[in-house]
């Protein structure tokens, strides 16, 4: 059973930046560049929102709310993928999730089978 497991999360002052890592351990059938994998973020009394998303080829995608601002990325030899953030806002303030999926790819987290367990980002000064 796939595992994935979140690193990188802390408290930031606006304008500041970071870089969380998604590592997945526990592979059966597929790889870690198989999979597609998806960012997350929630805030308290909010919805879970995509940020960004890398396909098995590459292919990334975000919100409007972190385009220019976020970088997704990845290091199939590390079985790992990377969320840059730079000019973070305090309106970034949530727990992070990476996600994976074979069959989907999108911001939709529905779309998405495996969980991590969340990393805490606070952007205040």
């Known amino acids: 059973q796939l595992q994935l497991v979140e690193s990188g999360g802390g408290l930031v002052q606006p304008g500041g930046s970071l870089r969380l890592s998604c590592t997945g351990s526990?592979?059966?059938?597929?790889?870690?560049?198989?999979?597609?994998i998806g960012w997350f973020r929630q805030a308290p009394g909010k919805e879970r929102e995509g940020v960004a998303c890398?396909?098995?080829?590459?292919?990334?995608n975000y919100s409007d709310s972190v385009k220019g601002r976020f970088t997704i990325s990845r290091d199939n030899a590390k079985n790992t993928v990377y969320l840059e953030m730079t000019t973070l806002k305090p309106e970034d303030t949530a727990t992070y999730y990476c996600a994976a999926s074979i069959w989907r790819y999108g911001l939709n987290p529905d779309h998405y089978d495996y969980w991590g367990q969340g990393t805490q980002v606070t952007v205040s000064s």
């Open positions: 526990g592979f059966t059938e597929f790889t870690m560049e198989d999979y597609a």
């Open positions: 890398i396909s098995s080829g590459g292919s990334t």
